[in-house]
């Protein structure tokens, strides 16, 4: 039994120390036949960085690494490439001035290992020199492979000032590829978000987007038949329903895939867990929330067009974009409206929609030990089927949160602020949860799918309508009939701003006709 490549980045590592390798050759060679200038953006930990090395071994003329792959027999290997990598993975750069230590460092390294001494002194200088060098001194084009382009910036998209002068560094930095294209072969940059061209690939007009491009959908995570067939001898006891579930559904046009830093956690410890989403905690993106009132339930449901989750820029920051390329959410569905493309988008996996929703309610809430202990109240009410206790325990929680919350975050002044808290509990408990539920006669608010029981729950806010309303509106709507083969509880919940609490609750249930 082969080991498991957790957290191993580099290709030559992979194939000489014995580790499973999904064999993504074949994009490799297909990429070169086609064309020069490339860029694929994925969220984190998804296997970009192993690619660039995979490409990097390509180039290098190391075939003995692609014994049984694809590309051993369908490349040339008779010609070898030089190959500038360059990395900003490491660490963390907090001004541009780190930026170009960082850079000089990596340039310096090229130059050592190729025995050039530069003659330039500028970043830019030394960059155009390293590539033309090589050039002359191996009578080969060369191989650019940039990774991570974007985590200097990511990393201070907090600091807008101090993002804006790093992303002029290095749009001054990656201007040279442009000038450079009589010396270079072949270009490939990755990263986890796409800013525009206009504000840092300036001049790159022929530099190819291939993140949504559908032939390259799975050119990194796993497809289900490469889990079912490379990892198949570790495998056995596992159920794959359940696995698919949890890890499987990011999508970019094409077959879905797994996040492979997930996949590989789960078959060490054979226990469904939140592997991915520990790694980092989306800080930045639960304060834009709050910045933009966002209404949280609409995140599992988004329609966009290609221009919001194609790119964005620093002073212009769109929270669906954000959570699209940094893979909270994913695409759901494509429609066509006459001329423009709608993207559904919505969480790819339980894991991301179990965790997310659970780190948001710590956000709006506060105190975690309450939050812990409302949770498995909530859990223990469904499964005793108690309406009763239900109630107590929604009320218990909006109880729970000190005034002096409401008057430091300004997300909690504004009524879907209490729907989304509801919505969060049921979500980060990992239960099928439906926000905004179409039937033939409207929307319900939030359906809530446990066992054998649908729970239809309608919101309302007393200072804006008659008290009883909610059901009301339930019950003259007929939602239940979208679910008349179950057991099915209508559940009307009012807020009340002034109180910052429930003050009516009512419930009915309707069985299968």
């Known amino acids: 039994m082969k080991k498991l490549p957790i957290g191993i980045q580099t290709f030559k590592n992979i194939i000489n120390e014995n580790y499973y390798y999904v064999d993504k050759t074949f994009f490799i060679q297909d990429l070169v036949d086609k064309g020069k200038y ?10 970009k960085s ?3 090395s995979t490409l990097k071994a390509a180039f290098s003329g190391e075939k003995t690494l692609f014994q049984g792959c694809y590309l051993e027999h369908n490349r040339d290997w008779d010609i070898k490439w030089p190959v500038i990598h360059i990395s900003f993975g490491a660490g963390v750069s907090r001004s541009v001035e780190e930026i170009r230590i960082t850079f000089d460092e990596i340039l310096y390294d090229h130059a050592r290992e190729n025995s050039i001494d530069f003659v330039k002194k500028s970043l830019k200088g030394k ?22 382009y974007d985590k200097p910036i990511l990393d201070n998209i907090h600091e807008t000032e101090t993002a804006v002068l790093i992303r002029e560094e290095l749009k001054n930095i990656y201007s040279v590829i442009k000038d450079a294209d009589p010396y270079i072969k072949f270009v490939f940059i990755t990263g986890v978000s796409k800013f ?7 001049g790159l007009n022929n530099l190819e987007d291939i993140t949504l ?3 390259y959908s799975a050119i990194c995570g796993y497809t289900q038949e490469e889990l079912e067939t490379v990892f198949a001898d570790r495998l056995q006891g596992i159920n794959l329903n359940e696995v698919r579930k949890w890890y499987n559904g990011y999508n970019w046009l094409g077959e879905e895939v797994y996040n492979p830093f997930n996949v590989l956690l789960y078959l060490k410890n054979r226990e469904f867990r939140n592997y991915w989403f520990e790694t980092a905690t989306p800080t930045f993106l639960i304060k834009l929330l709050e910045e933009k009132k966002y209404f949280i339930p609409d995140i599992e449901n988004i329609k966009v067009s290609e221009s919001i989750i194609g790119s964005f820029d620093i002073d212009r920051l769109e929270i669906e974009t954000l959570l699209f390329q940094t893979g909270y959410l994913t695409i759901k569905d494509v429609k066509k409206i006459v001329t423009i493309t709608q993207y559904c988008l919505g969480y790819p996996n339980l894991e991301v929609k179990q965790s997310l929703t659970d780190y948001i309610l710590y956000y709006l809430t506060s105190n975690t030990m309450e939050k812990e202990n409302n949770k498995f109240a909530i859990f223990e009410a469904l499964t005793a089927n108690d309406m009763n206790k239900l109630e107590k325990t929604i009320h218990a929680f909006f109880a729970s949160i000190p005034i002096d919350w409401y008057r430091k975050n300004r997300i909690a002044n504004y009524e879907g602020y209490y729907a989304s808290i509801v919505y969060c509990y049921f979500a980060s408990l990992g239960l099928d949860v439906i926000p905004e539920d179409t039937t033939n006669h409207g929307q319900i608010d939030l359906t809530v799918h446990f066992d054998d029981r649908i729970y239809l729950i309608e919101f309302k806010v007393v200072e804006l309508t008659e008290k009883g ?14 679910y008349s083969n179950k057991n099915v509880y209508l559940i009307g919940i009012e807020f009340s701003r002034d109180d910052r609490n429930i003050v009516n609750f009512e419930w009915e249930l309707i069985k299968p006709s």
């Open 38 to 47: 490339y860029f694929l953006s994925r969220p984190r930990r998804f296997g």
């Open 50 to 52: 192993l690619f660039l």
């Open 127 to 148: 960059f155009a020199e390293l590539i033309s060098s090589l050039y002359e001194k191996y009578g080969r084009q060369v191989v650019v492979l940039i990774d991570e």
């Open 196 to 202: 525009s061209k206009v504000s840092l690939f300036s």
């Open 213 to 215: 491009a559908k032939e």
């Open 469 to 482: 309303s909610a059901m009301k509106q339930i019950k003259a709507k007929k939602y239940h009939q979208k």
